[in-house]
Structure formats: structure tokens, C-alpha cells
């Protein structure tokens, strides 16, 4: 009897402090992450402040997992109070057999892959089927949709700041080429990352125009439509905010900036690395 007694006093002062611990080790270790990045002040999101809703594909190939991780990892630290972003990993049907069961976690895990109904290709249609596809893919509708490459680097808060003011329907948005151009209308926005509003991407879906023209340079094709089917007149190039990685590609090239909404050519690890200590992307933390 003693001896039990004396098991519960010596127990009962342990499992409260185990408990103790456990609970200070979650609030600092799970509920309490160090702000991803501390000049960034992640503002907490009102809902009722979200003043619109954006969609983010990032056009990829299925087999590229390694790389779609990263990426859920630099995106996945982002936000914006001004929108609900989201960010979406899209491909063409799967082909092999291991696809079926990783893929099948990933969506499971992650709820961010969309796969179309085609054949992979680069130039041969995917945009149109990606833009057409969407109306009857998505759950929800989005103020805009925006096509990216899996080698660009967006920033949430200022891309959402640049968007604040612009008309939600009948835009175009984007970085426009050539890359000497100023004017939005001359001629198409770049591949790298270009926006579109909601009733563009449903005209996409229901013109005759896109649907006879699916091949051939995906990004000028998108102004092709436009032109032809005379859409878009709200344009929008956000230059110099968008642009190519320092020195890879001439006029569309320049150093990094504060205001960068968009670095595109981003092909080797130790450039992904300069851009996210540029932008203080990981600066909160202390090692
Ligand atoms: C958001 O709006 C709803 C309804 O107007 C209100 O009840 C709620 O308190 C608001 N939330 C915040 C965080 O302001
Ligand atoms: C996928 O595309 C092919 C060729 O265009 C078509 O025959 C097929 O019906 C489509 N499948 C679905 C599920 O839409
Ligand atoms: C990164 O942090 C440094 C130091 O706080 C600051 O001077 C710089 O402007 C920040 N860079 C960007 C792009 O916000």
C-alpha cells in the first residue's frame, strides 16, 4: 500500500511536468513558427479585407517532384492580405505506372495538382487546354488566373499590391514582349507569369478563335487570341517588376529589385539561392 502510494507521488509530479514541457514545446515549436520573414511582418489576415481571389498555375511536368517541393516550400511561406492565392501544379495526363500512386499522395497530401486531358507538349496546346479546362476543373471560381513556369520566382504581396487597383474583368497582365516594349498592346505578355481575369479565361473556353489557333508559341498565342477576338482591353505590363534573372537574357534581363514582383530564369540552385536571400525570404530564421 505504501510502496504504491509512493509510485502515484513520485509519477503524478512527472506527468505534469512531461505535460508541461509538451505543451510548452508545441506553442513555440508548432503553434509559434518564427515569422518566415521578419522585415516581411506577415500581416494576420482579415477575410473580410480579401479583396479578391487570384489562382496560380504553375504549368510542370509530372515527373518533376523534386522540384514541385521546393516550390510548395517558397510559396508555401507567402501570403497576402489584400487575396486568396493559390497555388496549383499543372501537367498533362500521367503516363507512367509509379506516376499513378506518387501523384495520387501528392493530391492527396497537397490538394494543389491539376492534370489535363493532353499529351505534354510546351508549344503544341497545353496553354489553351489549361485556360479552357478550368471553368469545369476548379471547384470555385477566381478573380484571375495566372499561368506561370516552374523557373520564376513570384512575390505574393506585391504581385497582389499591383493588382489592387486594376479593373477585375477584361485584364491582361504581364510582362510584355519585346522586352524593350512599353506598351501593353505591343504586343503579347511573356510566358514567364501572365495574368488573365475570370470572363477571359471562360471566353478562352467558349470562342472559336483560340480553339483554331492552339499551335505555336504559347505566350504570343495568348495575344494572338486577344487580338483577333478584340479582348483585353484592360492591359497591364508591370516592368521593370517583372524581368529575367541578371544577365540571362539581354533587354528582358536586369539586376534584382526591391519592388520585384516576378524573376523569371531561375535554372540553377545557386540562383534560387540568391533571390531568396535578396528578398529576405528566409531572414527570420536563425541558425
Ligand atoms: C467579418 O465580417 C463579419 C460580417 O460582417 C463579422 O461578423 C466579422 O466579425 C468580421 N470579421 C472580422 C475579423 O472583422
Ligand atoms: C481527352 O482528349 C481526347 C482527345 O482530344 C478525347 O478523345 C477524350 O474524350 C478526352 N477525355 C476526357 C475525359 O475528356
Ligand atoms: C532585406 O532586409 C534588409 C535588412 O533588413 C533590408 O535593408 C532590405 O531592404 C530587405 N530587402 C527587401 C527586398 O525587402
Excluded at 66 to 89: C, E, N
Excluded at 138 to 163: C, G, H, N, Q, T
Aim: proline share 7%.
Amino acid at each position: 500500500m505504501q510502496r504504491n502510494k509512493c509510485i502515484i507521488l513520485v509519477t503524478l509530479p512527472s506527468i505534469i511536468i512531461f505535460l508541461l514541457l509538451f505543451i510548452i514545446f508545441f506553442n513555440v515549436q508548432v503553434l509559434k513558427p518564427p515569422p518566415p520573414n521578419a522585415s516581411f511582418k506577415l500581416p494576420t489576415i482579415n477575410p473580410n479585407q480579401t479583396q479578391f481571389s487570384l489562382m496560380i498555375g504553375i504549368l510542370t511536368r509530372a515527373d518533376n517532384y523534386d522540384h514541385r517541393h521546393f516550390l510548395r516550400l517558397v510559396y508555401g511561406v507567402q501570403s497576402s492580405p489584400l487575396a486568396t492565392i493559390h497555388v496549383k501544379f499543372v501537367f498533362c495526363s500521367l503516363t507512367k505506372p509509379e506516376q499513378r500512386a506518387l501523384i495520387a499522395l501528392e493530391m492527396l497530401r497537397f490538394d494543389d495538382i491539376l492534370i489535363l486531358n493532353c499529351t505534354e507538349n510546351m508549344n503544341n496546346g497545353k496553354t489553351y487546354t489549361y485556360f479552357s479546362s478550368l471553368p469545369r476543373l476548379l471547384p470555385r471560381k477566381y478573380d484571375y488566373i495566372m499561368k506561370a513556369d516552374d523557373d520564376v520566382f513570384i512575390r505574393f504581396e506585391p504581385l497582389a499590391l499591383s493588382l489592387k487597383a486594376l479593373p477585375r474583368v477584361d485584364l491582361y497582365y504581364g510582362f510584355v514582349i519585346p522586352c524593350a516594349s512599353m506598351d501593353p498592346f505591343v504586343e503579347y505578355m511573356s510566358g514567364m507569369g501572365f495574368l488573365l481575369s475570370w470572363d477571359l479565361v471562360k471566353w478562352i473556353g467558349s470562342s472559336e478563335i483560340p480553339k483554331e489557333t492552339v499551335v505555336g508559341p504559347e505566350d504570343k498565342l495568348v495575344g494572338k487570341w486577344f487580338k483577333m477576338g478584340n479582348k483585353a482591353k484592360n492591359r497591364f505590363s508591370n516592368k521593370p517588376a517583372m524581368y529575367d534573372y541578371p544577365g540571362t537574357n539581354g533587354r528582358c534581363s536586369h539586376e534584382l529589385i526591391p519592388e520585384t514582383v516576378a524573376v523569371h530564369r531561375l535554372k540553377r540552385w545557386d540562383q534560387w539561392l540568391r533571390v531568396l536571400e535578396y528578398f529576405n525570404v528566409t531572414k527570420g530564421l536563425k541558425f
